[in-house]
């Protein structure tokens, strides 16, 4: 399995009701795939993370870069992965500016830097703790 986090630039005309259509594709499409993990929207943004086997994530990410409702989509991290983080989600909706969340910031600015997978995989592990003791 993989691990792969995105960031994109929301098209300008991005509406609420276009990120639920969003949500709603990606939750009938994933479980098929195996793929699991979040969206994130605001500011302008999206940021999400795919996780599942390599093929499967790197063809639905690939299908995604096609995707009008965002352009400008550059990876942050990609690594291996043993287990899955956001195994609850067939793809978690958030709603907010990805930025805003330090563990997202930190990892964005660290984008092309070699960061090791254990410090990304821990990364992304303390994030969904956090995530889940928000809910
Ligand atoms: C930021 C973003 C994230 C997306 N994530 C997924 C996803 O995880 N799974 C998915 O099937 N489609 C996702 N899509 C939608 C796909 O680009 C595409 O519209 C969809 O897979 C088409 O499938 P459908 O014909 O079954 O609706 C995403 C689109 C955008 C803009």
Known sequence: ??????????????????????????????????????????GGLFMQVLEGPEQKVLRQYVK???DRRHDDARILHISPANSRIFEKWSMGGIAGNPLQFQHVSDLFARRLEVVQPTTFTKTMREFAQMLNAGK
């Open 1 to 42: 399995m993989i691990r792969l986090l995105y960031i994109s630039n929301a098209s300008p005309a991005v509406s609420e009701e276009q990120v639920q259509d969003i949500l709603t594709s990606a939750r009938r499409n994933n479980p098929a795939h195996g793929i699991t993990g979040i969206l994130i929207h605001g």
């Open 64 to 66: 995604i870069l096609d």
